[in-house]
């Protein structure tokens, strides 16, 4: 049904944009912690679950993404791979879900904690 997200399960098909087909899969980030190559060029989501054991504000520093969902909240990309994007996110207590948009081939991103309150 369009318009209702569900989080995605290995194996499981989609149908993108223009009819694009494709089936979601397991992948590893390289060894520099960024996900690259042929599978990312022309257009990938990647999804990370994130657990945590109580609810706090982790920034989120991220490059080569168009665009992120962090627990269904939409924030800004960093198409280019500049890597100055830096963003608040709210972590709940439990499992949260990232989805990330990723269109130029490469993405890298990290959940760290603030420097200050």
């Given at each position: 049904?369009?318009?209702?997200?569900?989080?995605?399960?290995?194996?499981?098909?989609?149908?993108?944009?223009?009819?694009?087909?494709?089936?979601?899969?397991?992948?590893?980030?390289?060894?520099?912690?960024?996900?690259?190559?042929?599978?990312?060029?022309?257009?990938?989501?990647?999804?990370?679950?994130?657990t945590?054991?109580?609810?706090?504000?982790?920034?989120?520093?991220?490059?080569?993404?168009?665009?992120?969902?962090?627990?269904?909240e939409?924030?800004?990309?960093?198409?280019?791979?500049?890597?100055?994007?830096?963003?608040?996110?709210?972590?709940?207590?439990?499992?949260?879900?990232?989805?990330?948009?990723?269109?130029?081939?490469?993405?890298?991103?990290?959940?760290?904690?603030?420097?200050?309150?």
């Amino acid at each position: 049904m369009r318009g209702t997200w569900a989080s995605p399960k290995e194996g499981e098909a989609v149908v993108g944009a223009g009819g694009k087909q494709g089936t979601w899969a397991k992948v590893v980030a390289g060894a520099d912690g960024a996900f690259a190559g042929e599978p990312f060029a022309g257009g990938a989501y990647l999804v990370f679950r994130v657990t945590e054991e109580r609810e706090r504000v982790a920034i989120l520093e991220a490059s080569g993404h168009d665009f992120v969902y962090v627990n269904g909240e939409l924030r800004p990309g960093d198409p280019y791979g500049h890597g100055y994007l830096r963003l608040p996110v709210l972590l709940r207590a439990g499992e949260n879900e990232v989805l990330v948009r990723t269109s130029r081939g490469r993405f890298a991103g990290r959940l760290v904690e603030p420097q200050e309150e």
